[in-house]
């Protein structure tokens, strides 16, 4: 069936979901076996053998992920940090330099400053937003892996892919693209000259706030027998259900992308003239630096706004006096929150060159009615 679906929202519900072939349920059934009958030893049926190296259930949710992004390969993994980490250790040896936006997720900078660190593997950190400066520091010493995310967390900078991907080819650095914020439903990296791409599935693909998880999506044959090779013998894997969960939220990832866009550009358009409100990060606004490169490489804006406010008491009061967001970590489900990144998801990069201004608040917003989130934020703004 799958053959007939070519436009990203076909894809999206039918990639890897080929009907039940002995019942014909059109859902296929979730296979929580961890091991698997042979037909004498070694007479492994479609190569399942063990749960760890293989599963129906995830087998389906890769070749979904691999379609919706454009990929020949893609890999499913417990959580965003260890399709991170599994990259890595497929990319990088001892000595080898990891070029890091500026601007990121700070389990991103831990994993690399406080884990990998240790092994050997160096980091700096540039404005990726700025071309120029991505190529001085390249000049001044070529990096192993060119790591970025755009949009950006949580200032929602904007990284010209297309461009990245030149500086990347002309000094042999791999570039890699976080696509979480952004998702295959309004960006492909791969299309546009990237490397490969890191998915937080646990953000909008799941998109319920319901399951944790990760994935890495490439075209690369060499590197992705070696992703594979560690996929099975590190062993972060998903589980059954954790991946079924993902595939069935990644079925209406399309139309919750666009209902997201359309509430976080009422969001940040209303924000935008707010005199409590001293700055406001969204790229769909005219006004951002990189609303141009964001128009040509984006099908719309996302759901992502941060604002910055007077003070960080200022943002501390806010973010905990809205009542419709939620004060949470995380992100991209279908209930809008809000977070305070320098205590929360970014605490772990205070004092780097990622730090987060104390004076930012991350709204992740869902797909409610934006007249109530647009009324709980006034009412947030005015205590």
Known sequence: MTHFA??????AVHAGQEFDPTTGAVIPPVHFSTTYAQDGIGGLRQGYEYGRS?????????????????????????????????????LLSPGDEVLLGSDVYGGTHRLLARVLGPW????????M???????????????RVLWVETPSN??????????????????GAIVVVDNTFATPALQRPLQLGADVVVHSTTKYLGGHSDVVGGAVVLNDDGLAERIGFLQYAVGAVSGPMDAWLTTRGIKTLDVRMQ?????ATAIAEYLSGHERVAQVHYPGLATHPGH????????????IVSLTLESGEAARRFA??????????????VESLVNYPDAMTHASVRGTDAAVPEEVVRLSVGIEDSADLLADLEQALGA
């Open 6 to 11: 070519r436009a990203f929202a076909s894809l």
């Open 54 to 90: 293989g599963n129906p259930t995830r087998t389906a949710l890769q070749t979904q992920l691999a379609a919706i992004e454009g990929g020949a390969h893609a890999f499913s993994f417990a959580s965003g940090l260890a399709a991170e980490d599994t990259l890595l250790r497929a």
């Open 320 to 333: 905990e006096a809205t009542r419709l967001f939620q004060l949470a970590e995380s992100l991209g489900g």
């Open 129 to 143: 937003s700025d071309a120029d400066a991505v190529r001085t520091a390249v000049a001044e010493h070529a990096p």
């Open 292 to 303: 141009g490169i964001a128009a040509r490489q984006m099908s719309a804006f996302g759901g």
């Open 154 to 171: 949580p200032l929602l900078r904007i990284t010209d892919i297309a461009g990245l991907a030149a500086i990347g080819r002309e000094s």
């Open 120 to 127: 050997g593997v160096r980091l700096r950190v540039v404005d």
């Open 259 to 263: 209902r997201h866009s359309e509430n």
